[in-house]
């Protein structure tokens, strides 16, 4: 009897063991199950047209804003979908067949877009109005840039970039570089004291931008100053003649032909450079400066783009 009750006894603690093995070995699966959840961080993104939220370093990506692609680029950051009817010469890697075409930045292609299931899309101006059927599709971020504070804005974006892609490092280091760049432009320019006036040419007709305008990085951050400091501020800008180009005597002309980038032909070089504008000081001095449309019409506002703007306007000096 005595060795029947020792060996229930043992017997007992056995299965008491075993029943602790199972329970902890089921704490630990528990554990490492919750710790895998939290590690899948979400972002949350409010914006001016809504919220986004979505896990962290999103991998299937489609971008409607070129200078968010070219920061993407910058930071070697994959994307799925681009809208291809238009890509700007220095993104043209972006025109192969690897990536998915979504359309155009005016006319998106929804069914590619869904049939992608994208964890993100991108979105700025041009797409605005469509938010609500993107926001339908997948987590959908609106990219602003505000013409009258471009650094804070431009700033705020790449920050934002690289809070949702885990590159924040990566991009302060970026900033600080294009930040110091930048000061020594605005220095140079400062100095310069010249006048300039920046004028978009399309099919024959022309506008001027000035200070707080779409093109008004020129000014308000380069440090050029202005041939007329009083345009109106608007988006497709002011009409103006050349009549009141050869009056406005730019010492500079910034010329940028919109034609070039929208499957039009170029012509701005014979538009602009008629009877009345070769009486300015900036055709006499050769300095009838043509800006690349695809940095600074098609896109603009990236880490790549902005570097290629400053250099553009430094090689003007």
């Known amino acids: 009897m005595k060795k029947w009750s020792f060996l229930a006894l043992v017997l007992s ?8 093995g199972a329970k902890e070995e089921s704490k630990a699966e ?11 961080e979400k972002v949350t993104i409010t914006h001016k047209l809504g919220e986004a939220v979505f896990e962290q370093s999103p991998e ?5 804003d070129f200078g968010i692609l070219d920061t993407l680029d910058e930071l070697g950051i994959e994307v799925t ?12 890697k972006y025109a192969d067949s ?27 101006a041009r797409q605005a109005e469509l938010y609500d059927q993107f926001a339908e599709i997948a987590p959908t971020v609106y990219v602003e840039l505000d013409y009258t504070k471009y650094m804070e804005s431009f700033e705020y974006n790449m920050n934002l970039v690289g809070e949702v892609f885990g590159k924040k490092d990566e991009v302060a280091a970026e900033l600080k570089e294009i930040k110091t760049s930048v000061e020594e432009l605005n220095k140079k320019a ?10 978009l040419a399309n099919e024959g007709k022309v506008s001027a931008y000035g200070s707080s305008s779409r ?25 103006i003649t050349f009549e009141y180009i050869m009056e406005t005597n730019p010492d500079v002309l910034f010329v940028i032909d919109r034609n070039t980038v929208v499957g039009g032909q170029s ?33 603009g506002g990236g880490l790549k783009s902005v570097k290629i703007m400053a250099e553009e306007i430094e090689a003007a000096l």
């Open 98 to 124: 690897k990536y998915t075409n979504v359309g155009s930045l005016k006319e998106p292609d929804f069914e590619a877009i869904h049939a992608m299931q994208p964890d993100v899309i991108f979105i700025s």
């Open 190 to 199: 400062s100095e310069l004291n010249k006048k300039g006036l920046i004028v």
């Open 215 to 239: 093109f008004g990085i020129i000014h308000d951050v380069f440090g050029f100053g202005a041939a007329d400091e009083n345009i109106e501020v608007s988006t497709h800008g002011q009409s």
């Open 30 to 40: 528990e554990a490492s199950a919750s710790k895998e959840t939290e590690e899948v």
């Open 60 to 64: 299937k990506v489609v971008v409607f």
């Open 13 to 20: 603690l056995v299965l008491m063991l075993a029943a602790c």
């Open 267 to 299: 012509g701005a070089e014979k538009t602009i450079e008629n009877e009345l504008v070769q009486k300015t000081t900036a055709y006499k001095e050769d300095k009838v400066i043509y800006l690349d449309p695809n940095s600074w019409y098609l896109s």
């Open 81 to 92: 979908g681009v809208p291809q009817a238009t890509i700007p010469t220095y993104l043209e």
